[in-house]
């Protein structure tokens, strides 16, 4: 089973450019979420989807940011314009939810998209 | 919202040694607590999790230790050995049977384990 996967790996970009990132749930998973971690502190939560709607997008640092997910399977998360302090690696992970009544949260991460601003 | 405190932030061991990664979390909903393991350049991976109605659980060398009174939780690796070298997280969330909500980290330890 493939896991979860994002695309790029890798971003350079400069300041005030916009970048969106793309996120693949492991098939079948409803919950996906958003996280971002700054170099040296915790990641941090952004958002989360069930399906394709946002069920908690209080981690969110302000409107330059925007999280799709169309559709209930993959998601894009969108930074326009761009600034300095939103350099880090953004993470994605997903979890499967209730399945023929069985609650399965564990969250499977994906490797990761490191975001320069210059 | 939950706020999560992680200690020690850097960690060295001897090999064969034991670790132990702490942690206190300060939303008393909070009913889930994941460890995770980052190695270098690798996607955080779930190393051993506990729900808040265990106070313990184990899998081979390591186990974690929860006190919900103290809102502590610990990660204990024994006979640590070199591949056990990575930055580990504690975590904490409500999860429920209708939904899950998103993890709250701790700042991360890096454990060093010595030759």
């Known amino acids: 089973e493939a896991g979860v996967t994002q695309f790029p790996s890798h971003s350079v970009i400069e300041k005030g450019q916009t970048v969106t990132l793309r996120c693949d749930p492991i098939s079948g998973h409803d919950n996906l979420y958003w996280y971002r971690r700054v170099m040296g502190k915790e990641i941090k939560f952004l958002l989360h989807f069930v399906k394709e709607s946002k069920q908690d997008e209080s981690g969110m640092p302000n409107n330059r940011f925007l999280a799709e997910r169309t559709g209930g399977t993959y998601s894009t998360l969108k930074v326009q314009p761009a600034e300095l302090e939103d350099s880090g690696v953004y993470f994605c992970?997903?979890?499967?939810?209730?399945?023929?009544?069985?609650?399965?949260?564990?969250?499977?991460f994906g490797p990761g998209t490191r975001l320069t601003v210059l | 919202g939950e706020n999560v405190e992680q200690h020690p932030s850097t960690l060295s061991v001897q090999e064969g040694d034991s670790a132990v990664i702490k942690c206190t979390y300060s939303d008393s909903a909070s009913n889930y607590f994941p460890w995770y393991k980052q190695e270098l350049g690798k996607r955080p991976q779930l190393i051993i999790d506990?729900?808040?109605?265990?106070g313990e659980k184990k899998d081979q060398r390591i186990a974690v230790t929860l006190n919900k009174t103290a809102k502590h939780f610990s990660l204990h690796i024994t006979e640590t050995q070199p591949e056990d070298s990575a930055v580990y997280f504690c975590a904490a969330s409500w999860q429920g049977y209708g939904g899950a909500d998103g993890l709250t980290f701790g700042k991360g330890t890096h454990l060093i384990i010595q030759p």
């Open positions: 506990i729900r808040s109605n265990v």
């Open positions: 992970a997903s979890s499967q939810g209730l399945v023929r009544g069985k609650v399965s949260n564990e969250q499977f």
